[in-house]
């Protein structure tokens, strides 16, 4: 009785993460599906994916309804709001890149595949490593640190390895038309910013970590 | 009456303690909206009544033994005095406390009257006023050390632990409004119970008149919190160190703690029992009690983040309260005996008299002139504060209604302004645009028309050249002028063309006049339509023969015809004919 009106929240707040979480996943199969040319299965993870993003916007919308209906924590419930807002950046720029792939359909030379499919696992691990330092936060805020430095290294793996894409690109493969070099590059630009976006997130929980230790 | 007008200095200071100091129980729990103030406000309520009538006797003893009022016109002035010095020190937002200004009265009072000053209590009142915030922030640092440690390990969700911080806000709360109620109760009617006697009984239930007095009181506190301490609790949160609901909960119960110690017979006579010196009962300030218990969260989390200003002001207020009051109860006191004739000094000891539900008198020994006059005066100066108080809500609703119907209008005249603004802008640009556009296709007209004359002038020197030709005899010569004038010709072949282009730019120009000549004059043919055309322009038969390949006289007959296809009357001119239409 005593955390009903809290209960409510705390299971809107878990399920969204797990909305993040299932997002990721997706995108991470629906980039190496796209790459091994399995059609069928590429186009099921976009659809699971943009329903993903509607589930995911409407319970970010029902979280902040309960925290200012219910007045619950006034004090940081807009740090919590801009929390969830940014995590649900990352599921917008998994489907919006997802959408690119589909759309665009970029020509990716088989020697590249790997790097690509390395580099989207590294860009989804760096986004992977926000959900717990998240769950921490509302628990353990003291925690909140040992989680989030993950997500600093994959950000940095992610850039590095974006790099040598770039110049492999650029420098090793005269046989690609300059459009196709641009086109590559944008894409291995939209992959990072999932990582980037993750960065975001991380150092707004640092943030707030902080605020939250007495 | 005369009863309520004697109490009502006590009552207002009552009123000012509510308003001011229910902030310090409730305010970070308000002003983080935790709870609501309504909500808070009727647990402060009860629980300070509570608190004044059945623990407010100790604090009491103390202030009696400091100097004992035993005449109401005293206490009244004394309670009155540092009521006023409270207000006014409030409104200028200078610190101060109920606690230092009834202790200031008091001793004003004894110095009027001539009676002696318990020092021994006075070291015992003011070394509390420097104990308490001390102590308040020990209490402060070592409860927060350990809401830290539960917080840190409890691992609870931050929303469950919300919830628990917002019943532990109320717990607390109600603790610190009982504390305050028992300790505070002192500083607002102590001084009215060596000098007043009233019980009141209903069966076996007896009150007492101290019991009374104190739930007099503490409605008026309850009054104090429900009217006025809105507006304070919204804005206590940033005062002195910007406070979570954690730290609300710590500097609370500090608060409560310290109150309740200093106030607590029972507390005081166990500590006794164990064969320790007791505690003394003094009515504490609860405020600087706050400013201590989060000087002692600011020591664990780190000084820099207090406000040292305030802290200092705290100090201060410790000399000039006390000082202020005293100074105007000693004047005040000569001015009540002098001029009413109301004793203030225990040779007039009001007799004490039981009173009891069927038969509630009292009897005070004040002569009947002074008795009637002070009604009076009490009547006309309520008549006159109501008046003021609707003058001044009158004026201040029509200022407030003139304020806001000038600020509608001057927003409405300057949305006007700028309207008109950007459509005069706008007519000019469409004016400029349009002279402009006018500017250029005359000069394009012009430049043309030249070029058609020069057009004109060669072709007459082709005509001789060709007639030169046939005159000469040479065929080698007649040949050779014959090529060059052939590659003159060719040269100039684009003419035609121009003169299409310059018909052209005209009909864009006029479109809706040619629209409406094709409408009303059908039968019109393309010339005589080019002709109209030309002197809707304003170009003359001089300048419009050589865009139609015509001799001036050609023009003027065509000119004729057209009038007469038209069916123009004789008055009617063709310039102004084509102009109208």
Redesign the interface.
Known sequence: M??A???K??DLIDKFLNCVDQSLLLFKEGVKNYLYNNTENFNNNILALADAEIESDKLRREIEKTLYLQ??????RGDIMRLLEEMDNIIDHSKKNLFQFDVEMPHIPANLIPDFIQLTQISVSAAESVIPAAKS????P?NVNEKIHRVYFYEKEVDLLADIIRRKIFREMPDLKLSEKFHLRYFTLHIENISDTAEKVADLLSIMAIK??? | MLLLFFLSGGLFLGWSLGANDAANIFGTAVGSEMISFKKAAVIASIFIILGAVFQGSGTTQTLSELGSIDTIGGAFTAALCSALVVTLMTKYKLPVSTTQAIVGAIIGWCYFTGTSVNYDVLKKIVGTWVFGPILGAVFSALLYLLLRKFIRNSRLHLLKMESIIRILLLVVGAFGAYSLGANNIANVMGVFVNSFSFSFSIGSFTISSTQFLFLLGGIAIAVGVFTYSKKVMETIGGNILPMTPEAAIVVVLSQALVLFIFSSTTLSQAVTSIGLPPIPLVPVSSTQVVVGAVLGIGLVKGIQEIKMKIVGNIALGWVTTPVLTGILTFFSLFFVQSVFGIPVSNQETLPLQNLSTQNQTTNYHIPFEVNTFLVGILLLLMMIVLYLFFIRYKNKQKSEENERRWTKQVQFSEFQEALSKIEANTIQLENTNLVSKLEESKNELITNLLNIGEQREYLEGICQGIQNAIEVQDVTEKDRILKEELLHIKQKMSFSNEVDKIYLKAEQAQVNFMERLQVQYPQLSVQERRLLLLLRIGLSSKEIAPLLNISTKSVEISRYRLRKKLNLERDINLVQFTQTM
């Open positions: 005593l955390f009106k809290a209960k929240s705390i007045s619950l924590m006034p004090q940081i936060y509302f628990s353990e003291a939250r230790i007495v």
